[in-house]
């Protein structure tokens, strides 16, 4: 089993920007591609970011792309959603996620994951 925990969520200004961190623990050699997912209020869940450990393929939401960037430390078993230029509708709870494959470039890696943080709220402020 792999366990993950988020830390990082925060409140700031519109135009701020945050760093969410996801370490893994337990069974980390499962982890292919790991990711983040946003819920805002009322919104479904939806994929923000992914990356796959072995060569870095990464994938965005369009409505991230170019101010949120991914990135992963293997050796750590921790990986990263920076956030810049935030936006009042980027304000969501966010998890962490892993799957057991490598899922970046599929079309949609959300529904591939097999492991969920408990969530970090980040809220931006206009």
């Known amino acids: 089993q792999v366990q993950l925990e988020e830390s990082g969520g925060g409140s700031v200004q519109a135009g701020g920007s945050l760093r969410l961190s996801c370490v893994a623990s337990g069974d980390t050699s499962r982890i292919g591609s790991m990711g983040w997912l946003r819920q805002a209020p009322g919104k479904e869940r939806e994929g923000v970011a992914f990356i796959d450990s072995d060569d870095g393929t990464t994938k965005y939401a369009g409505s991230v792309k170019g101010r949120f960037t991914i990135s992963r430390d293997n050796g750590k078993n921790t990986w990263y959603l920076q956030m810049n230029d935030l936006k009042p509708e980027d304000t969501a709870m966010y998890y962490c996620?892993?799957?057991?494959?490598?899922?970046?470039?599929?079309?949609?890696?959300?529904?591939?994951?097999?492991?969920w943080g408990k969530g970090t709220l980040v809220t931006i402020s206009s």
């Open positions: 996620t892993a799957g057991e494959g490598y899922y970046a470039d599929y079309e949609n890696p959300k529904l591939m994951m097999d492991y």
